[in-house]
Nanobody, 129 residues
Framework: QLQIVESGGGLAQPGGSLRLSCAAS????????????VSWFRQAPGKEREGLSC???????DYADSVKGRFTISRGNARNLVYLQMNNLKPEDTGVYYC???????????????????WGQGTQVNVSS
């Protein structure tokens, strides 16, 4: 059973940056995190969960319009990590950020829809001056 832990959240000022990490363990035998499609979601207070970014097993990425040009998703050199680099943060970026994954070894695409099987517990991001 895949287990996911997010970290890197905290308080940032508007215009600032944070890098979130998604660390996974419990992979299918013989596979690494690179064989899982991974996505980041955000749930702001009083709002529905929103898909932000995803990365496929072949490196394809997708972004929500709200974060395009400001956020970057990437895989770490260690084969159990995915990052979300968040730049030019805005107060509306405040929320709980979740990492999610699906075993999907052959697909070049990914989705930011909430169709993922494995989810972390989330990390809080607050953007305020």
């Amino acid at each position: 059973q895949l287990q996911i832990v997010e970290s890197g959240g905290g308080l940032a000022q508007p215009g600032g940056s944070l890098r979130l990490s998604c660390a996974a363990s419990g992979f299918r035998s013989g596979y690494t995190f690179n064989f899982y499609a991974v996505s980041w979601f955000r749930q702001a207070p009083g709002k529905e969960r929103e898909g932000l970014s995803c990365i496929s097993t072949t490196g394809g990425t997708d972004y929500a319009d709200s974060v395009k040009g400001r956020f970057t998703i990437s895989r770490g050199n260690a084969r159990n990590l995915v990052y979300l680099q968040m730049n030019n943060l805005k107060p509306e970026d405040t929320g709980v950020y979740y990492c999610a994954a699906n075993f999907n070894p052959r697909s070049p695409v990914c989705t930011i829809r909430s169709t993922y099987t494995y989810w972390g517990q989330g990390t809080q991001v607050n953007v305020s001056s």
